[in-house]
């Protein structure tokens, strides 16, 4: 399965009588079980390496292994770096308030 999210833009100016400038956005269909692809926050984005997902539920692994590789789980809670304070807005949050935060 392949998905892609395309930007085209021109390589050289063209002029004729009116110079119009012309932004084309085109999003491809996706493999039939795909129906939509989730734009990311720019804070999340950075943090995923993505604007976009087909599947969210790939950043709540991505924080989950930011907080596994940085040792920031307490018990059942995540104590918040200053990346993830950056996203989330807070110093720490539980475990099972994290995906709908996301």
């Not at 399965?1 to 009588?17: D, G, M, P, W």
Request: charged share 20%; net charge positive.
């Amino acid at each position: 399965i392949y998905r892609a999210i395309y930007a085209v833009q021109e390589l050289r100016e063209i002029n004729f009588l009116l110079d119009l400038p012309i932004t084309i956005m085109a999003t491809p269909l996706y493999h039939p079980t795909t129906s939509s692809v989730y734009k990311l926050d720019a804070r999340l984005a950075k943090l995923v390496g993505r604007n976009y997902l087909a599947h969210p539920k790939y950043a709540l692994t991505i924080v989950h292994a930011h907080a596994r590789a940085h040792n920031l789980y307490v018990d059942k809670s995540i104590i918040c770096d200053d990346t993830l304070q950056q996203i989330f807005g807070c110093l720490g949050m539980r475990l099972q308030n994290i995906w709908p935060r996301l």
